[in-house]
């Protein structure tokens, strides 16, 4: 499991990152587990690799929340042929304290590539709201040139013992390059409002962070 601790403001963090001129909106759908699956594999069936990243906010236990990231090869004679699938959770399941409420995530994500997900139409993100784990889905998600900011429907908080629907639901993206790993930042209520985390995304180049990290 990789984490990392750092914070900085928000309009820092996405300082770092080329961005845009003007945001633009991506297309989120909501899908079922496994049906999704279909469309990276024949058999409806995919093969996943996990990674983890610890979210060190300072009240929790390290270890207790984390964002992980799951990957999956496209096969062929699919739709998601040639692609890697990315899939997203973050969780606080399993914590047991009071600590700040997560509003969202940004990765600096690179190219991605849209594939009919839902009702045969092409869409860019989606949220597997049944048939998986998790309570909380995607509001909106707004691309500024590799950079992609995900705004959740709820907060996901911290608050009493554990907690299995302490989670958002997985939510993921395809693209053509095999996964590395970068820098993620959650957005959260507090002070300060944004906290690093690992996470894997496609491979593409990134800009190195400033001295001593984020």
Known sequence: MRGCST??????TLAMFPL???????KVVEVNAPAINCVFAPSCTITVS?????????TLTPGT????????TGQAGTPGAGTTGYEYR??????SATAECVTGLTLNFGPSKQLPYKD????DVYVVTAGGLGTIGIKSAERFGDVIVFEFKA?????GPPDIKRTTFFFGLAAAAAPMHVNATVSVIGTPPIYAVDARVPTHPVAADPPGGL
Not at 65 to 72: E, N, V
Not at 155 to 159: G, K, Q, S, T
Request: charged share 5%.
């Open 155 to 159: 907060a996901l908080c911290a608050d």
């Open 7 to 12: 914070m900085l403001p928000a309009f820092a």
């Open 20 to 26: 845009a001129a003007h945001a633009q909106s991506l």
């Open 50 to 58: 996990d990674t983890s990243g610890n979210l060190l906010l300072p």
């Open 120 to 123: 045969n139409a092409l869409a």
């Open 65 to 72: 929340a984390w964002l992980q990231s799951r990957t999956f």
């Open 90 to 95: 973050l969780s606080m399941t399993q914590t």
